[in-house]
């Protein structure tokens, strides 16, 4: 289970589930009591927990389901994690929006065997508001993405600007680097020849769109295993909560390792140590690993390498360590982080905490497991909870990060766009390309911004172009005040951005009162928009006097406010 730097939380609250001993007649399921949290707005909530899993057999599984409330909120972004502080098994979830009955979750929580022996399985749910939605415009948020996910499919299918030729199977697809480096950065490190025709055309269709378009009968071990291969999380939580899917029995052929080592912190001050331990495998024999001292932003701190030699097959090798302090009979974690290697390759950890503040004596503990084949069986017991699946937000959350972060990297830019104040801002012709008509035509010919590879904006401010690029990026715009808005309308409306031009009238209209009314009509004639200008001045009669009939207004102002 992948372990995230944790992260701080509005709400922290511990559930218990009390587990029968005998495996045969432990409960399929298990509910924790409902709690309310008012940091979600007075929203109700509880936990749903399979010592037996829900998808698979060899795991627990875990969800976060919201359950009924007085609450009028019918939407809310949230962030939470779920953590068994005695396994020290943490994962977290980011962005994820919950109707009413809705669940979200993980299939694999923790290894079924942890808990065995145990009559009690305690778990901490950590929640918050969406860092990265809570002050986003969500009122068509899906309508915005739909258009991100159909302007980059349509690059796609149709090769404009392309960079890069991806080959497979004699078939040769025509894509972007900028857009497989902020979506799947790995997908360059994996060789073609290693993946079938038809899972590539699924996973570029994922990358450029965060939409898994594929039959449910298609979803397959190869398609599992390469996601895992290109670390395509936010795809393969997608598959775990896929309906198909959630009916499958993966069974996996796995034989389990486990490795303790002892180390002493002030050998460590004079040396490295390194030890290899044998795993008598077919496809690996031996792991190695060595444990140094470095030195990083001024401070030591402990690396910890590893290294399975000889390994040269496609099958995963999944790691999971802790460092630990055994003193008067208590344990107190000091570290821990997961890895899956798919080949020949040395994984270096750094120990998160000061090598000054670690014991003198520790254990360093190694969970392996070698995985030799997996396939889907298919199985047909009833699903135990009936309630509609969260929408995941990483077709609504990684999708708009991942171009986010992309863009604030400003790696492999090859366009600058400079504002009036003079501010630059790097970005990426492809992306420009596939979300504005201007920028299209201008970046498929030969003309002085495309040869200097900069174009100067002498009517909009940075502040203002800011906004412009970020939405052409990810979809996504803040809740904006009237001045915003006006400005950002005329930005997105000289640049032909109608998904941008609907969201910025919905906001303007949005913001007219009578204190702004009277502004909000100069500016919008100063720039001659006669018909905006009309909608805002009925938009507020029609607030003064409370009712006004439908056909005061024509068939083009009943699409603006119809928003």
């Known amino acids: 289970m992948s372990r995230l730097n944790k992260r701080n939380y509005d709400y922290t609250r511990k559930c218990t589930f009390f587990l029968c001993k005998n495996p045969d007649t432990s409960a399929e399921v298990l509910h924790s009591e409902t709690f309310v949290t008012e940091d979600l707005n007075g929203t109700r909530w509880q936990l749903v927990f399979y010592p037996k899993g829900h998808s698979f057999r060899n795991y627990t599984s875990l969800y976060l389901q919201r359950t009924i409330c007085d609450?009028?909120?019918e939407k809310i972004?949230?962030?939470f994690s779920f953590e068994c502080e005695k396994n020290h098994t943490y994962v977290e979830f980011q962005n994820i929006c919950f109707d009413r009955h809705h669940c979200w979750g993980t299939p694999v929580f923790s290894q079924v065997s942890f808990q065995k022996t145990d009559d009690i399985f305690e778990i901490v749910i950590r929640m918050s508001k969406s860092k990265v939605l809570s002050e986003i415009d969500v009122q068509n948020l899906k309508n915005d993405l739909e258009g991100l996910s159909q302007d980059l499919l349509d690059i796609l299918q149709y090769g404009q600007l392309s960079d890069l030729r991806l080959s497979c199977a004699r078939n040769k697809f025509l894509a972007h680097k900028c857009i497989l480096a902020a979506r799947c950065p790995k997908l360059a490190s994996i060789g073609?020849?290693?993946?079938?025709?038809?899972?590539?055309?699924?996973?570029?269709?994922?990358?450029?769109?965060a939409k898994l378009i594929i039959p449910k009968v298609r979803i397959s071990a190869e398609l599992y295993i390469v996601t895992m291969k290109l670390e395509m999380t936010d795809l393969i939580q997608k598959m775990h909560n896929h309906p198909y899917f959630s009916s499958l029995d993966p069974e996996f052929n796995v034989d389990?390792?486990?490795?303790?080592?002892?180390?002493?912190?002030?050998?460590?001050?004079?040396?490295?140590?390194?030890?290899?331990?044998?795993?008598?495998?077919?496809?690996?024999n031996k792991l190695i690993m060595a444990c140094e001292i470095k030195k990083d932003n001024d401070d030591f701190y402990l690396f910890i390498s590893f290294h399975f030699d000889t390994f040269n097959t496609d099958m995963p090798i999944f790691l999971d360590y802790r460092i630990e302090e055994s003193s008067a009979g208590k344990v107190t974690l000091l570290g821990c982080e997961s890895h899956?290697?798919?080949?020949?390759?040395?994984?270096?950890?750094?120990?998160?905490?000061?090598?000054?503040?670690?014991?003198?004596?520790?254990?360093?503990?190694?969970?392996?497991?070698?995985?030799?084949?997996?396939?889907?069986?298919?199985?047909?017991?009833?699903?135990?909870?009936?309630v509609k699946t969260a929408q995941n937000y990483c077709y609504y959350n990684r999708f708009p990060v991942d171009m986010l972060r992309f863009l604030k990297s400003e790696f492999l830019s090859d366009f600058t766009m400079i504002s009036y104040d003079k501010k630059e801002f790097k970005v990426h012709r492809a992306i420009l390309a596939a979300r504005s008509s201007v920028f299209q035509r201008m970046l498929n010919h030969t003309v002085k911004e495309t040869i200097t590879?900069?174009?100067?904006?002498?009517?909009?401010?940075?502040?203002?172009?800011?906004?412009?690029i970020s939405y052409i990026y990810s979809g996504m715009i803040y809740n904006l005040d009237l001045e915003e808005s006006l400005r950002l309308y005329v930005a997105a409306d000289k640049y032909d951005i109608?998904?941008?031009?609907?969201?910025?009238?919905?906001?303007?209209?949005s913001n007219i009162n009578s204190e702004t009314i009277d502004n909000a009509i100069s500016f919008v004639e100063s720039f001659y928009y006669p018909e905006l200008s009309e909608i805002i001045r009925k938009r507020n009669e029609s607030q003064?006097?409370?009712?006004?009939?439908?056909?005061?207004?024509?068939?083009?102002?009943v699409k603006y406010l119809s928003l």
Request: glycine share 0%.
């Open 71 to 73: 609450t009028n909120i």
């Open 77 to 79: 972004f949230v962030d």
């Open 192 to 209: 073609m020849e290693n993946i079938s025709l038809e899972i590539l055309r699924i996973i570029l269709v994922y990358i450029y769109s």
């Open 256 to 284: 389990h390792l486990k490795f303790d080592w002892e180390l002493n912190s002030e050998l460590l001050q004079t040396q490295s140590c390194s030890r290899t331990y044998p795993t008598k495998k077919i496809y690996t």
């Open 340 to 386: 899956v290697f798919f080949k020949n390759e040395i994984w270096e950890s750094r120990i998160d905490k000061n090598f000054c503040k670690l014991p003198k004596v520790f254990q360093l503990i190694c969970h392996i497991d070698l995985f030799d084949e997996v396939k889907f069986i298919s199985d047909h017991r009833d699903r135990i909870i009936h």
């Open 453 to 468: 590879g900069r174009v100067e904006i002498d009517d909009i401010d940075s502040d203002t172009l800011q906004l412009m």
């Open 498 to 509: 109608q998904s941008l031009v609907m969201k910025c009238s919905s906001l303007i209209l």
């Open 544 to 557: 003064l006097s409370f009712q006004v009939p439908i056909s005061y207004f024509s068939d083009a102002e």
